[in-house]
């Protein structure tokens, strides 16, 4: 069983930028973020995300914690909203559709899974982009977890956190 987390930030620590997480990515993340997604049985973000980010396909089941019942991406056959916390939505998709579960979600749900214990690796990525919003400390998250390692392909940094 794992749980991952999967973030993309600027270099100084901006999640958005013109409101969506892309004016931040840079090529090399979006390699690296696609593959990701092809390697795990399920997704989980929130409704923020939903709301924001585009959903309209993805690999696998997505599903989204939202308190609504109307789904922002009702255009993805393989969504599903569900209204519960991060950590019952972790053990219901566990048991629905398979171990390896990623999140996709902004700063709130993973720092709430976060301290929950809930994530078992942590997937970052920093690129060059600045001047964005969402502004948080990135190195902080890393502190969660007993170790990381660092690579980097052209101006893109890329950290894998695990315990």
């Given at each position: 069983m794992s749980t991952a987390a999967t973030l993309?930030?600027?270099a100084d620590g901006s999640t958005t930028k013109?409101?969506?997480s892309k004016g931040i990515g840079s090529n090399a993340d979006r390699t690296v973020f696609?593959?990701?997604r092809r390697e795990v049985d399920v997704i989980?973000?929130?409704g923020n995300t939903a709301r924001n980010e585009p959903y309209h396909f993805t690999p696998v089941p997505l599903v989204v914690i939202s308190r609504s019942d109307l789904s922002p991406?009702?255009?993805n056959p393989k969504a599903h909203i569900w209204n519960t916390t991060p950590g019952l939505a972790i053990e219901r998709a566990r048991q629905e559709f398979g171990p390896r579960i990623l999140i996709e979600?902004?700063?709130?749900?993973i720092n709430e899974l976060l301290a929950q214990r809930l994530i078992d690796e942590?997937?970052?990525t920093v690129t060059p982009e600045r001047e964005g919003e969402n502004i948080f400390d990135w190195r902080q998250i890393l502190t969660h977890f007993a170790a990381f390692?660092?690579?980097q392909v052209d101006q893109t940094l890329f950290f894998h956190a695990y315990n």
């Amino acid at each position: 069983m794992s749980t991952a987390a999967t973030l993309v930030v600027g270099a100084d620590g901006s999640t958005t930028k013109g409101a969506i997480s892309k004016g931040i990515g840079s090529n090399a993340d979006r390699t690296v973020f696609l593959a990701r997604r092809r390697e795990v049985d399920v997704i989980i973000i929130g409704g923020n995300t939903a709301r924001n980010e585009p959903y309209h396909f993805t690999p696998v089941p997505l599903v989204v914690i939202s308190r609504s019942d109307l789904s922002p991406i009702s255009n993805n056959p393989k969504a599903h909203i569900w209204n519960t916390t991060p950590g019952l939505a972790i053990e219901r998709a566990r048991q629905e559709f398979g171990p390896r579960i990623l999140i996709e979600g902004g700063v709130s749900l993973i720092n709430e899974l976060l301290a929950q214990r809930l994530i078992d690796e942590f997937f970052l990525t920093v690129t060059p982009e600045r001047e964005g919003e969402n502004i948080f400390d990135w190195r902080q998250i890393l502190t969660h977890f007993a170790a990381f390692e660092e690579s980097q392909v052209d101006q893109t940094l890329f950290f894998h956190a695990y315990n």
